[in-house]
C-alpha cells in the first residue's frame, strides 16, 4: 500500500507486507530543517528572520533613494494640505513636518508596530500548537494517515520530527512576515495607508515611488495625485495624534481577534502532507509554501465576533478620513473625484500585499462597510457639521457599530453625542 507523509516523505510500495522507507528522504530533510533550525529566534516571531527577509525582498525588487527633489515635492505637499484640511476638519496638525521614505525607509520605521501587532497572534498560534502531543508521541491524527503496516522504528523516527516542526513556528512565521512586510512595501503610498497607526510621532510620510505607481494610468498630474493622497495622509496622522484611545483600542482588538485562534487539523494535515522537503532549502519554493495553509485556522465564534469590531473600527478610519478629504478638496481639486474612485477600486480589487496580511493579522476590510462609513460620516456632518461630526471622536462608545452601518437611520436620528465635542477627544 503506497501512501504520503507529512513534508513529503514517500512510502512506496515494495511490494512486501510493510511499505518500504527511504532514509535517503530523511538525510535530505534533517539537512533542511537544521539549516532552517540555525536561524534562531527564541519567541513567536523569528523576527530578525522577518526583517532579513523583508530587506532581501525589498532590494531585489528595486528600492532607490529618495533624491532631493522628491523630497521638496513631498514636503510641500504635505504643508499645502494641511491649509486645506484646516477648516474640513476640527483636529489640528502637529507641528511635524512631512517626510519622503524608500520602501526599505518605511520598513525600518514602522518595524515596532508590526512586531507589536503580529506577535499576539503568533503567541496564540504558537501556544496552540504547543497542546499538540509532546516529542516521542505521535499524534493520532498523523498515525491515522499512515499505511497499516508500518513499521515501529519508522514512527519511532516520525515523532522527533513533529518536535522539530513545533521549534520551526518561529522562524516559518518570520519568513511569513518578512514576505508580507515586503509586499506592503512595494504598494503603500504613505504610513497610514493601511489605517491603523505604525508611527507614534505624527508625522506624515509618502513614499514616492509608490505615490508614482499609484497615478499610473489615470490621466492626472503628478502633483495632484501626490496632494491628494498627502490629504489622505495628514487627515490620519491627525485622527490618530488627536484620539488618544484609538491607538490603544485597535490593538486591543487585535488581540482579541488572536485569542479566538484556533488551528485547523484537517486543513494543516492536508497542507503538511504537500510539502516538499526540498521546499525548506529553496527560498523561493519556501516562499510559495509561506503562501499555503500550514499555519491553517479555524474561524471560532470569538474570532469572528473580534474581526467584525475590528473591521468596523477600521472601516470608520476610513471613512472618516474619505469624508474629510472629500471636504477638504471638494472646490479646489478637479481631479478629487477621479482619484476617490481610483482609491475606491483599489481597495475593493485588494492585491498581493492586502491579500497576505489578511491572513497573518484578519485586517481585510469588506468594501461595503467603506462605502457606508463614509456615507453616516457624511450625513452626519450634514447634520450636525463637521464639530458634530468629530464630537464622536471623543469616547469609543459613541461611535457606531456594525449594525448602524447597515441600517443607520436610527444612529442618526439619535443623538448619543450631546455634550460632546471634539475637543473632549
Excluded at 530587506?55 to 531585489?60: E, L
Excluded at 519554493?285 to 473591521?311: H, I, K, N, P, T
Amino acid at each position: 500500500m503506497s501512501g504520503s507523509l507529512p513534508f513529503g516523505f514517500g512510502l512506496p510500495d515494495d511490494g512486501g507486507e510493510r511499505p518500504g522507507f527511504d532514509m535517503s528522504q530523511l538525510g535530505a530533510m534533517l539537512q533542511h530543517l537544521g539549516r532552517l533550525l540555525e536561524s534562531g529566534g527564541d519567541g513567536a516571531v523569528n523576527w530578525d528572520l522577518a526583517r532579513d527577509t523583508a530587506r532581501q525582498a525589498i532590494v531585489q525588487a528595486g528600492d532607490p533613494s529618495v533624491n532631493d527633489a522628491e523630497r521638496r515635492e513631498v514636503i510641500s505637499a504635505v504643508e499645502l494640505a494641511q491649509v486645506w484640511l484646516d477648516p474640513a476638519c476640527t483636529f489640528p496638525a502637529s507641528s511635524v513636518s512631512g517626510a519622503a521614505w524608500s520602501r526599505s525607509e518605511w520598513l525600518e520605521a514602522t518595524y515596532p508596530a508590526w512586531q507589536r501587532m503580529v506577535t499576539p497572534i503568533a503567541e496564540h498560534v504558537q501556544s496552540v500548537m504547543s497542546a499538540m502531543p509532546a516529542q516521542g508521541e505521535l499524534p493520532p491524527e498523523l498515525a491515522a494517515m499512515l499505511p497499516e503496516g508500518t513499521p515501529p522504528e519508522t514512527l519511532a523516527m516520525m515523532a522527533p520530527l513533529m518536535g522539530m516542526a513545533r521549534q520551526l513556528g518561529s522562524a516559518m512565521f518570520g519568513m511569513q512576515m518578512g514576505q508580507a512586510l515586503a509586499a506592503l512595501a512595494s504598494e503603500v503610498v504613505g504610513v497610514s495607508d493601511i489605517g491603523v497607526p505604525l508611527t507614534s510621532d505624527g508625522r506624515p510620510a509618502l513614499l514616492p515611488r509608490n505615490v508614482a505607481a499609484f497615478g499610473e494610468g489615470l490621466d492626472v498630474p503628478a502633483g495632484d495625485v501626490r496632494l491628494y493622497l498627502a490629504l489622505r495622509e495628514c487627515a490620519h496622522q491627525r485622527l490618530f495624534a488627536h484620539v488618544p484611545w484609538l491607538a490603544p483600542r485597535l490593538d486591543g482588538a487585535i488581540d482579541a481577534y488572536a485569542r479566538g485562534i484556533r488551528m485547523d487539523p484537517e486543513r494543516m494535515n492536508e497542507a503538511m502532507q504537500g510539502i516538499d522537503p526540498g521546499a525548506l532549502g529553496d527560498p523561493e519554493r519556501l516562499r510559495e509554501l509561506m503562501g499555503s495553509d500550514l499555519f491553517a485556522l479555524a474561524e471560532s465564534e470569538e474570532q469572528q465576533a473580534a474581526l467584525r469590531r475590528l473591521e468596523t473600527l477600521l472601516a470608520l478610519i476610513e471613512g472618516w478620513v474619505d469624508d474629510v478629504v472629500t471636504q477638504a478638496c471638494a472646490a479646489t481639486l478637479p481631479s478629487a473625484e477621479r482619484l476617490g474612485e481610483a482609491m475606491r477600486r483599489r481597495r475593493a480589487a485588494g492585491g498581493p500585499a492586502e491579500r497576505t496580511f489578511a491572513s497573518l493579522v484578519g485586517l481585510e476590510m469588506r468594501p461595503r462597510a467603506l462605502r457606508e462609513a463614509a456615507a453616516l460620516w457624511r450625513q452626519l456632518r450634514e447634520q450636525r457639521g463637521t464639530e458634530g461630526r468629530d464630537a464622536l471622536w471623543a469616547h469609543p462608545d459613541l461611535l457606531p457599530d456594525a449594525d448602524d452601518l447597515a441600517d443607520p437611520s436610527a444612529f442618526l436620528a439619535g443623538e448619543p453625542w450631546d455634550g460632546f465635542t471634539a475637543d473632549d477627544a
